[in-house]
């Protein structure tokens, strides 16, 4: 009956009658996974995706060099691990838990049976998998287009929506790893914070952070110029 209710309180199946509900546990794995375990990397073979019921995963690459890019920190009640078990084939990136995590591990065979079964889980999910490809589409816009100010600017605000639009809340990651996600250094990053606080777009008290100009930051998330 927990997981049950878990699974229930997921985005992903929502609205979702109590009897999938139940075919949807009765085919997941319940994984206890410490810090820094390596769930898949880059070109395993994709066995099933992966729903987080608590902690935190980081999904990145690697370069030839060596040097690690964030793609995305997941997070409470999201999944990861989804595309190449619908399409068939490879993980395309690195994922790892950054903290304690619960997790739950749908097989990707079973579940495939499942939603010929049951043809409106898959509904459901090709709608989370439309917004989250439009989420994807603006980082690579942000990384590709936008200076690292008006990437940062445009992180804060995405951080603020998901706190209920709070112009305060706490930065869920390092700022090593907002560095990568962002496409740049610990030190590019700190001197940027240093001049958005000396400007009061924000303030900055360890991880807290308070939004003090939102308009100004929402200029930068667009392509103003940061005089900084």
Known sequence: MELVKHVAEIPLFQGLPDVQLRALVDICVDQECKKGKMLFSEGS??????????GKVKIFKLSLEGKEQILHIFGKGDFFGEVPVFAGGKYPAHAVTLEASRL???PRQAFMELLRKEPSLATNMLAILAHRLRRFTHLIEDLSLKEVPGRLAAYLLYLSDRNKSSDNFDLDITKGQLASLLGTIPETLSRIFAKMS??????????????????????LAVGEKFEG
């Open 45 to 54: 073979e994709a066995t099933g995706f992966y729903v987080i019921l608590s």
């Open 104 to 106: 739950l591990f749908f």
């Open 198 to 219: 000396q400007q009061e777009y924000i303030q900055v008290e360890g991880r807290r952070i308070h939004l003090l100009d939102r308009s100004a930051l929402e200029g």
